[in-house]
């Protein structure tokens, strides 16, 4: 049996759909709400879902767990509730890898890259473990993912009990199918290719950095698809552990991915910049670039997506589609 919390969710409903595919039995710890996540599994119905408040009755009765694969958080970046997002995004998780360690299950989880704070140098972007403690989050959602594999780092240090496998995945910008539940937490792809077909310009934020010009804040965008493919990856490789970036290895600009939505929508190109939220400045990240070398040298051999690739698939086979599930 394998359970993946937040499973329900946008990276967690295709991970599942990848599991139920090689015909595994997969069980789900998520809230289903009333937002639509429902439609997230339609296509690959799981064996059980459990809602959060019942997890310690699924692990106390479960004995033929093979892994835990962590999904499930607050995962906004504007989150203010302190109180649930540290109950949420760092207890459950440190009583997960408790479980594990006693029971024998492998756990991977994911961190983020929000976890990097206002880094603006490719080389900060490191995941080498040495610089974890020097890494500086700008939200609350980044420094909770923070402080959860700082505990990692402290256990594995003192020589605590510890799963026989554990991996923790930074990832990047995600884009791709099943996140349409997500609201103001979107991907900037989804976003942008909404406003585009409307008939209105791809709306940017002007640059809240005087030396970044308007539009050539960049991240590393990945597609969900290769995401999945990482997460499958240590699955399938259990000799391996440690915390990794998850992303391209490539910064693109916000300009480029607007570029490649109107293209792949099949629109003249429109691009308007519009004033950051104040909400969001300070807190922004206006550069990210993963340094994937670690898991290069770890053995993942795959590549991944170019953006202008994954946005045609994303609105080819899903957005521009009637049924745009995975």
């Not at 959602?141 to 605590?160: C, I, M, N, P, T």
């Not at 409307?198 to 002007?206: C, D, I, M, N």
Request: hydrophobic share 40%.
């Amino acid at each position: 049996m394998i359970i993946v919390t937040g499973g329900a969710g946008f990276i967690g409903s295709c991970l599942v759909a990848a599991l139920s595919v090689r015909g595994l039995d997969v069980v789900i710890v998520d809230w289903l709400g009333d937002n639509g996540k429902w439609l997230n599994l339609r296509h690959h119905p799981p064996v059980r879902i459990v809602s959060p408040d019942k997890l310690d009755a699924l692990l106390d009765g479960a004995s033929d767990v093979e892994a835990v694969f962590h999904m499930g958080a607050v995962s906004s970046t504007t989150a203010r509730d302190g109180d649930l997002v540290w109950a949420t995004n760092v207890v459950l998780s440190e009583a997960l890898w408790d479980w594990c360690a006693r029971q024998g299950v492998r756990f991977i989880y994911a961190s983020s890259a929000a976890t990097y704070g206002a880094a603006d140098r490719p080389e900060l972007f490191s995941d080498d473990p040495k610089r974890l403690k020097s890494l500086k989050p700008l939200n609350l959602y980044g420094w909770s993912k923070h402080v959860f594999d700082l505990h990692v780092q402290a256990r594995l240090e003192r020589g605590g009990a510890r799963p026989p496998q554990w991996a923790g995945l930074k990832f990047f910008n995600v884009y791709g199918p099943n996140e349409y539940h997500k609201g103001n937490m979107l991907s900037v792809v989804k976003v942008k290719y909404d406003e585009v077909k409307a008939g209105a310009p791809a709306r940017l934020f002007r640059s809240d950095r005087p030396e970044v010009a308007d539009g050539e804040q960049a991240r590393d965008f990945i597609w969900v698809g290769d995401v999945v493919k990482v997460l499958l990856w240590f699955f399938d490789t259990p000799q391996v552990d440690g915390l990794f970036n998850c992303g391209t290895g490539a910064a693109r600009s916000y300009r480029h991915l607007a570029q490649a939505v109107c293209k792949a929508a099949g629109v003249p190109e429109r691009i308007e910049f519009i004033d950051m939220p104040e909400s969001l400045r300070g807190q922004y990240q206006s550069f990210t670039r993963a340094d994937m070398s670690r898991l290069r040298t770890a053995g993942y051999r795959e590549p991944f997506v170019t953006l202008e690739d994954g946005i045609g698939l994303y609105v080819r086979d899903y957005l521009s589609k009637s049924d745009p599930y995975l």
